[in-house]
């Protein structure tokens, strides 16, 4: 059954659309459209709110990689593929519009997610002037379509604020900087100082979050006999997570994991995993 009023919002004037087509359409209005910009310790975020629908988000993150996605309260998008443009706005007609190719969309929590690359091309079109439109049929009914937009306005700005912000974070991804991978020697237990400046920066890190989970994880195989291999690791995890409390890490935060094993490598490893909660980094 079709549906009776068709939605057709004010902001829908720099958005054309057909006559007699059903469309619902969100963006935010002339005097509405804002861009924030958040700042984590691994990354960056470029927001503009999109009223009755949800976010549109521009995410840089730590080692270099950008993108870009959108955050509905409900996604009134069906699964497929969406059209993606680059439009002129009504205030300025002369600007060229570009087709960016069909994106995928999705029925999870971010149905929008575009890689590093469609990301720049999104950011240079904003600064261009141009605002963004994808185009997709409901989930409800295929014969209406929703878009959502994004404008330009008050972009260069806050966009200026993304980009000092994106200069501060760090070359490294978190988690090449949440993971510390430590080389014993053969039999060798005791920490020494290249092991120690290794956990180091991750006990900085746990410092400073309300919950870290640090988890242990000790193999060893460089002996022919697998239960002295048992011993070797569990010393080594053993020293490690007194290291850790001893540098004010929680007992509880800690988690210990080892093993002996039997092959040809010869090698002594522990891996060190720093996980923090989700909006610790969000």
């Given amino acids: 059954m079709r549906p009776g009023p068709v939605l057709k919002l004010a902001f829908s004037l720099w958005f054309a659309v057909p006559a007699g087509a059903a469309a619902m359409t969100y963006a935010p209005s002339l005097e509405s459209a804002d861009w924030q910009v958040q700042q984590t310790r691994f990354s960056c975020r470029l927001r503009q709110p999109i009223p009755l629908y949800g976010d549109a988000v521009f995410e840089a993150r730590a080692g270099g990689s950008q993108r870009f996605f959108l955050e509905p309260k409900k996604n009134p998008m069906d699964a497929g593929f969406a059209s993606l443009t680059a439009k002129a706005p009504f205030w300025n007609p002369d600007l060229p519009s570009m087709a960016l190719g069909p994106v995928p969309v999705t029925n999870g929590k971010r149905p929008v997610q575009l890689d590093d690359e469609l990301t720049r091309q999104l950011l ?24 959502v937009g994004l404008l330009p306005v008050r972009f260069r700005h806050a966009y200026d604020k993304y980009r000092d912000c994106t200069g501060k974070l760090p ?12 080389v014993f020697e053969r039999e060798q237990t005791e920490l020494n100082d290249e092991t120690r400046g290794k956990l180091d920066p991750l006990i900085r890190q746990a ?23 048992v ?8 020293q490690i997570s007194e290291y850790l409390t001893g540098h ?25 995993r720093l996980h923090l909660p989700d909006d610790e980094d969000e």
Avoid: C
């Avoid at 011993?231 to 053993?238: I, K, V």
């Fill in 248 to 272: 004010g890490i929680a007992q509880q935060h800690i988690r210990s994991n080892y093993r002996g094993e039997r092959d040809t490598r010869r090698q002594a490893l522990v891996t060190v």
């Fill in 231 to 238: 011993r070797l690791a569990r010393e080594r995890a053993t």
């Fill in 171 to 182: 070359t490294q991804t978190r988690q090449q900087l949440s993971t510390a991978v430590l």
């Fill in 124 to 147: 240079k079109a904003l600064g261009a002037g141009l605002a963004l439109e994808l185009e997709r049929p409901s989930r409800g009914d295929p014969e209406i379509t929703v878009r």
């Fill in 207 to 229: 410092r400073d979050s309300a919950k870290p989970a640090l988890v242990i994880d000790a193999v060893s195989s460089e002996t022919p006999r697998r239960l002295e291999n």
